[in-house]
Nanobody
Framework: QVQLVESGGGSVQAGGSMVLACEAS????????MAWFRQPPGKQREGVAA???????SYADSVKGRFTISQDNAKNTLYLQMNSLKPEDTAMYYC?????????????????????????WGQGTQVTVAS
């Protein structure tokens, strides 16, 4: 059982920056890929960024060049550095972990990915960007 706990959300002005963290704990789950998803108010969940065990990454077009995903394996922590934030980035942000060894970061963010492709999800952290 793996537990994921997000932190770092809050409110920020447009153009500002924020870092989200996701700490993993527990055993019995091999994490091959980690990802950040978000769900804006009244909209469906969407993939934001993903990172594979080899360090390869993928980003949604809407955040490319502004967001950076990284992980510190020694601390079992996933990060999402968010710069140049826009009001449309306002959402609940979730981290997720997958044990599917064959899934690439690009596939993780694709339309065919289902919630159950990820065996562990965090509780979410709210990010609000004011205009």
């Amino acid at each position: 059982q793996v537990q994921l706990v997000e932190s770092g959300g809050g409110s920020v002005q447009a153009g500002g920056s924020m870092v989200l963290a996701c700490e993993a704990s527990g055993h019995g789950f091999t994490r091959y890929l980690m990802a950040w998803f978000r769900q804006p108010p009244g909209k469906q969940r969407e993939g934001v960024a993903a990172i594979g065990g080899d360090g390869s990454t993928s980003y949604a077009d809407s955040v490319k060049g502004r967001f950076t995903i990284s992980q510190d394996n020694a601390k079992n922590t996933l990060y999402l550095q968010m710069n140049s934030l826009k009001p449309e980035d306002t959402a609940m942000y979730y981290c997720a972990a997958s044990s599917l060894w064959y899934m690439t970061p690009r596939q993780a963010l694709g339309p065919m990915t289902r919630r159950d492709h990820f065996g562990a999800w965090g509780q979410g952290t709210q990010v609000t960007v004011a205009s």
